[in-house]
């Protein structure tokens, strides 16, 4: 079946900088569209960036636009968020998903 497990977080100070990793399994990794989404405390799981099949489309949200780059690996069925310029409001559980799945997440915290 479908396996995504997310990688990567942590906590980092504002302005500073972390990789996202996914990995995939149970699915034909290079067809398909993959995106991350996030969820901060008490709001709803807003999806941030998306990544056509082939890599070459890349699709972002206003508010992660210039600061994030999603890239995915098709031979290594992985998947990346790089986020740079962290900002405290970008504090959430981080998720990706494709055909309707969503892996466990992974916990970013920005704080000084």
């Known amino acids: 079946q479908v396996q995504l497990v997310e990688s990567g977080g942590g906590l980092v100070q504002p302005g500073g900088s972390l990789r996202l990793s996914c990995a995939a399994s149970?699915?034909?990794?290079?067809?398909?569209?993959l995106t991350w989404y996030r969820q901060a405390p008490g709001k709803a799981r807003e999806p941030i960036a998306t990544i056509s099949a082939s890599g070459i489309t890349t699709n972002y949200a206003d508010s992660v636009k210039g600061r994030f780059t999603i890239s995915k690996d098709n031979e290594k069925n992985t998947m990346y968020l790089q986020m740079n310029s962290l900002k405290p409001e970008d504090t959430a559980v981080y998720y990706c998903?494709?055909?309707?799945?969503w892996g466990q997440g992974t916990q970013v915290t920005v704080s000084a």
């Open positions: 998903g494709t055909l309707g799945v």
């Open positions: 149970g699915f034909t990794f290079s067809n398909y569209a």
